[in-house]
């Protein structure tokens, strides 16, 4: 079993930066994908970025490609999302999850652990 909790966001103004931070823990020895997604309220579940293990691979959503910033520090076992330009359509609760494979899926289906989430909001 993983265990996943997000930190880090909050209420900011359109323009502002948040850094989200994911920390796991439990069976963290594999060398798995890991990923952001979001949900807006009545809204699915959405793709923001994933990584791989080694950092070497990641993957973006086109709305946020240029703006926020995938990373991982395996040594703390922990996933970072700095989120830059922040925008009012960029409110919601973000989830951090674990996959079982090496290889970056979009589909949140591909991923097996999930932490509770936290909420941005950014006012415009």
């Known amino acids: 079993q993983v265990q996943l909790v997000e930190s880090g966001g909050g209420l900011v103004q359109a323009g502002d930066s948040l850094r989200l931070s994911c920390a796991a823990s439990g069976r963290t020895a594999g060398r798995d994908v890991m990923g952001w997604f979001r949900q807006a309220p009545g809204k699915e579940r959405e793709f923001v970025s994933a990584?791989?293990?080694?950092?070497?691979?990641?993957h973006y959503r086109d709305s946020v490609k240029g703006r926020f910033t995938i990373s991982r520090d395996n040594a703390k076992n922990t996933m970072y999302l700095q989120m830059n330009s922040l925008k009012h359509e960029d409110t919601a609760v973000y989830y951090c999850a674990q996959s079982l494979s090496a290889v970056i899926y979009t589909d949140y289906a591909r991923y097996r652990y999930w932490g509770r989430g936290t909420q941005v909001t950014v006012s415009s």
């Open positions: 990584i791989t293990w080694s950092g070497g691979n990641t």
